[in-house]
């Protein structure tokens, strides 16, 4: 492992490793606590829960977004659930523990730290508490238990949903907390503001510089320090689940001021999603993981079909999934999922637009359970669907086909989620923490509140007890420093007078990242895509064509602040790709797999976390690593069958 890089990992017994951590922080007092201030960026479930609660227990908060409002935050769509270990007896407790971990572990495909899942899973339990306190409306069951359903990468039911829209509810149960504080004057909410720049004093983050989005002035906010949870950059592929106005800003200019990235080039895509109807489409929509629960895949066993659904007799059609997964059938992790519909639509036997799509048929639920419980249980997914697509799901098997929808790379943090800034604390998906290779499906809302209610606060607490010293006129210097730097970035885009939209830039980068950097790689083409990149890069920078006022709202100009960020973090996601020379995960490098198409990994050379770190002097990046130890699972090939 190089020096420069500590994960700060407990030392001792893996299992309760936190509680003991927690007991050798620092605290402070009431009254020394408000006398903190904390810049929080971003506020969907980690930024909102690390608000609520860090202002609960008296510090003072400056909360930024972007939106409006907090309940506007990508996490709202979340739809399918979270996962908890819970258990009603002690006894059972450890195993279900256990059992979260090891599928965590083992969906990640070994790239995460242990001790880092053995924390989520033990925190799991209590996160549904909080949840449910706050008045979360939980589905339960009849006896009034809460219910659970499963998910992809397990065999057991641990994932809590409220129909299909947890993520909704689960932001409301913090966006109560969250508005509780301002009411109380502990959080001040400062909406519409565009984060761009970090300003940093004796390698201490101690302020952002925003884009106020409505009259299009530079702010600077200073504070004790600094908290990201600015969410993930799946939006680098143009088309993806995200939002449309999820991006990588904010992480990407930590970065550039010299917080480490890791492993940008894990992306998850999903299995799930509604497929393009055509070329023009600018966002594609997730049906959740849930639904394969009581989904089944499949296509037509003849090439080309363009039989309808209902017409194809049962001995015509493949089930892929369950027959190349019949432990795990239709619920293999999303990675194995996507990969194999991708395969087999290549093999020319997909459906619909472009023969990219594959069914998911929910007829043999509907005659087993009847439709008000498969109504109950999706109804709000179905709605959707029948919405966009013009077809009823109950009565013709929906088309799904794999999409981008989450980035398990992001900031590297400690085990205190601290990155190698000191008081840069990076939270939810903006982070490399947890997930691995590739995230577990339900996992994604379990680390945002993790992070946020139970151990940013704790560990933000001790790193502000030992750093109070705060040297005002440098901080004022290093924003003057930050603030002349966005504004020159920004007069270098409106002088360009160039003739294509931001559109065409982002686009043509998606085609890009999708086709080679995307569900599967391979050197040839990544080296290809590196260079199609630079190309981009250079037409970006001559032929950029956005309206030249700066005066107030310029969404032209919001974007191509956005996607000059992910061109470049593009770059550094292609050169992880082709350092990364194993296939893990969803990292599926084409030279590296089984005889059956498995991924292969190479733990003797890539059993660790890619670092990389951003040389501002030449402007090159050099890559480092964090070695991963595994004690309490054995590293194992995954299998699923
Ligand atoms: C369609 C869909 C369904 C999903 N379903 C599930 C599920 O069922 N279960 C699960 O576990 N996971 C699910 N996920 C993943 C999960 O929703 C996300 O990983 C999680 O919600 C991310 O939360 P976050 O707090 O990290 O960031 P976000 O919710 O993305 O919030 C980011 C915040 O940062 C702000 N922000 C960003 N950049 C800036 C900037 N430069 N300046 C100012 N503000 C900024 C935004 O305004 C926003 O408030 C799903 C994801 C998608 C796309």
Known sequence: MSNFINPNLPSGELEGGWHTTVKNLTSLTDEKKSKFEIIIVGCGLSGSSAAATLAEEGFKIKLLTYHDSPRRAHSVSAQGGINAARSLSEEKNKI?????????????????????????????????????????????????????????????????????????????????????????????????????????????????????????????????????????????????????????????????????FANPSFTQIHPTCIPPGGSYQSKLTLMSESLRNDGRIWLPKKINSKDNPENIPENERDYFLERQYPKYGN????????????????????????????????????????????????????????????????????????????????????????????????????????????????????????????????????????????DNRKIDEACKEALHSVEKKIKVLLKIKGDKPVDYFHRTLGEIMISKCGISRNKNDLIIALDEVERLSNDFKSNLKIPEINSGLNVELEKALRLEDFIELSQLMIKDAIEREESCGAHFREEYQTQEGEAMRNDDLFSHIAVWKFNSYNKTHSRYSEDLTFNKVSLNTRNYK
Request: aromatic share 10%.
């Open 96 to 260: 279900v523990i256990d059992q979260l971990f090891k599928d965590t572990i083992l969906g990640g495909d070994f790239r995460a730290r242990e001790a880092s899942c053995q924390r989520l899973s033990e925190l799991s339990s209590s996160i549904i508490d909080q949840c449910v306190s706050q008045g979360v409306p939980f589905a339960r069951e009849y006896d009034g238990t809460l219910a659970t359903r499963r998910f992809g990468g397990a065999v057991v039911s641990r994932t809590f949903y409220a129909r299909g829209q947890t993520g909704q509810q689960l932001l409301y149960g913090a966006y109560q907390a969250l508005s509780r504080q301002v009411n109380c004057g502990n959080i001040e909410l400062i909406t519409k503001r565009d984060v761009l720049d970090l300003v940093i004093v004796n390698d201490v983050a101690r302020g952002v510089i925003a884009r106020n989005l409505i009259n299009g002035n530079l702010e600077t906010y200073k504070a004790h320090c600094v908290v990201l949870a600015t969410g993930g950059y799946s939006n680098v592929y143009f088309l993806s689940t995200n939002s449309l106005k999820s991006n990588a800003t904010a992480i990407w200019r930590a970065h550039k001021r010299g917080a480490n």
């Open 331 to 470: 619920l293999v992790p999303r990675d194995v999922a996507s990969r194999r519909a991708k395969e087999i639509c290549e093999k020319g036997f997909g459906i619909g637009f472009g023969g990219k799509g594959v069914y998911l048929d929910l007829q043999d639920s509907i005659k087993k359970y009847g439709i008000e419980v498969i109504n109950a249980k999706y109804g709000n997914l179905l709605e959707m669907y029948e919405r966009i697509v013009g077809e009823d799901p109950t009565k013709v098997p929906m088309k799904i086909y794999p999409a981008p929808h989450y980035t398990m790379g992001g900031l590297w943090v400690d085990y205190n989620l601290m990155s190698n800034i000191g008081g840069l604390f990076v939270l939810g998906e903006a982070n490399y923490s947890v997930h691995g290779a590739n995230r577990l499906g339900a996992n994604a809302l379990l680390q945002c509140l993790c992070d946020g209610y139970f151990i940013s606060p704790k560990t933000i607490t001790s790193w502000l007890a030992n750093n109070e010293e705060i």
